[in-house]
């Protein structure tokens, strides 16, 4: 296949262009986006845990043999991403699948049946609370994007509350290539589960096709509304997890609140903020 040079730019509204600009001192700016690109790290090391755990859950013939209908669940332990795959209305664990470093590979898999901990018991409950409240339609979430796609439901408690992501990504019955991007939010809920506030990243889902007309893309971009004005923990997963799939190094966000351009590398793992002149 032959590979060129193709910048793809999707302007959600061509007004927001002629947005007025926000200031931000350049020191400032690399704090807010150092801790992005953590976030970003830690939404991919949680997606793509449960993504590998999954996919080994699914050809296992323990666990699917006995059990015909089971669930995931991820979770942060001692700076371990553990997936636990369970079974029944009052959850109880038959498999447990454990990541340190490597996330294409599980350090530990454990398969036996067990209760859950009290702090599994906890993770769940606050999230079950969570995705009651976002079926809600004064949040907007919409669930027809495009056929073969889902929605990753990504719970991180934070000092005195929880950040709920959702984030789009395909599956095997994806009708096409593309890299979901888009469509993402982020709830921030208190002790008890109750949503407090909420962003919307991008203003509707964003399908980057790696492949157009034959070619393979080696660049792609878009923008972001002034509401948005820094690339995204959702932007930096969603590329991680796609842009080995499709040999792409790069990807571009403008911030039409800054008038600047942010790229990510994802080999490098590293932001760079590019100045409009």
Sequence with gaps: MKKVLLVVSLFLFSSILFAQKIKISENELKTQLDAVLKEGNLLYKYVQASLVAVDSALVNPIINKPYSFWSYFPYE???????????GNTPTCIAEYTFEDDF????????????????????????????????KPKYGLTFDWCFGCTMEFILIPDIDSYKFYCIIRTTEHSEEDIIPFGNDYLFIANKKGKIKRWYNFHSEFIPWHPIVDGNRVTEVSHSHLTTTPLVTATDICTFKLYAPLYDIDEFFVYSTALGKYMKYNWKKNEILVISED
């Design 104 to 135: 294409t590979k599980p350090k530990s898999v454990i398969i036996e049946r067990r209760e859950l901990t009290t702090k599994e018991k906890t993770l769940m409950d606050i999230r079950d609370k969570i995705v009651a409240q976002i079926r």
């Design 77 to 87: 332990d001692s700076e371990k991403i553990k997936i636990i795959i369970f079974v």
